[in-house]
DNA sequence: CTCCTGAAGTTGACAGTGACAACATTGACG
DNA sequence: CGTCAATGTTGTCACTGTCAACTTCAGGAG
């Protein structure tokens, strides 16, 4: 007759979302590997086997996760692109949000590691998200997003269009592997005004070379 | 009396390269979540718990095993960087040892994915390399050989002395996030040509934006 | 030569993990 | 009211890292 029974009902309603929320959680305190079955299980309340009703296997749910990653890096980037001072001059308001957009990725790899690492650390089993997957409030990746941006520096005449084509792997590349040297790699211990000194090298690079 | 008993002698004599050896194998062909105790010494045909006598933990072989494999990397890169073609210009020349040397790189991630992705695994615990290791024939260590190309370039004049402080960070920074997306990331399954044109891309942008 | 000591390797055990099979519960639908 | 399929549980197995206790063996003290 109560609406909410004393102990937990057998049947818990959400299992799914609450088994990735878990791992969400574990993943952001220590990366991908501390993504395991049975902590997520457990975090939830639930018996060591209740996840195969829902997941094929661990690497289905730690799929889920990086999703959920991946999409947190998309959201952030499109927060921080949407907020910055605009400038009357189109080609100055372009280079700073694109600029904008390279620092909110290396911002989020910095201040979420273990959700950056778990963002790229996608089952070898499946290839990529799927369309709609790991995407912002936009319903764009962190990919299309630096699309987004590239075009728009052509559309304002702040690059040539010749250079235009796979410009994203540029870009990309450049803010991507500081993100990761400074996470997993060699850089992990550098002091923060180092970080900073490195991120204004590497953003200068594409800028000039883009 | 005779000199080699028919069983294996009980004191192997050289277990610790041995383990080294057999996780570097693992580590080739599955990448450094494959480094596993067990799996080392059986391959070495000792029992389960010999290696605790020469290793503190897993980790401990697992970052003997990153060592070497960075140590892969800087050789290939000295291979590449003393076959190129000399050019009579040193300025010309510089910039093809420049190239020589990324191309390098992002050809041991494409060709030896699992030495790659160790190379770069080192535990948490350890923070880096000690000096002296991860090494290649001339002693010096990936980060080292760039920044020797770098400061040929500005020898030679190719670029200005005062973009020469905090250079490497860009470049390896382009180089190794290359690298990573074509490993790990979301670029591992685009076609070779692709690749190749990615490659291309990211290296003019650092040659123009250095 | 004998004996002993410590380094190197082995055996046995335990906890944590992913995974499978068989069983229990329950809500929805006839 | 009865059935059944989805959902959750229990039991079990193989594999891993790690610890403790045991065994083998090489080399030096006497």
């Not at 999703?67 to 952030?76: G, P, Q, T, Y």
């Not at 089952?123 to 630096?146: D, I, K, N, W």
């Not at 040297?181 to 992990?188: A, I, Q």
Request: neutral net charge.
């Amino acid at each position: 007759m109560s609406v909410a029974p004393s102990s937990r009902p057998y049947h818990h309603g959400r299992l799914r979302e609450a088994l990735v929320d878990a791992g969400v959680a574990l993943a952001r305190a220590e990366g991908p590997e501390a993504v395991v079955l049975r902590a997520a299980t457990r975090a939830t309340g639930v018996s060591n086997n209740a996840a195969y009703r829902h997941f094929a296997d661990r690497d289905e749910l730690l799929r889920a996760v990086c999703e959920r990653c991946m999409s947190a890096l998309a959201l952030l980037m499109e927060k921080r692109i949407a907020a910055p001072p605009v400038d009357p001059d189109p080609v100055v308001d372009a280079w700073v949000r694109f600029d904008a957009l390279g620092r909110a990725y290396v911002e989020f790899a910095t201040t979420e590691p273990g959700w950056f690492r778990t963002a790229f650390a996608v089952p070898r089993t499946t290839h990529s998200f799927a369309p709609g997957e790991g995407v912002g409030a936009s319903g764009l990746g962190p990919y299309q997003l630096l699309g987004a941006r590239l075009d728009e520096l052509v559309e304002v005449g702040a690059i040539p269009a010749e250079r235009r084509p796979r410009a994203e792997y540029a870009a990309w590349s450049a803010v991507h592997g500081l993100s990761t040297l400074l996470n997993d790699g060699p850089l992990r211990d550098i002091p923060a005004a180092e970080r900073d000194q490195a991120l204004r090298v590497v953003l200068d690079l594409v800028a000039r070379g883009i």
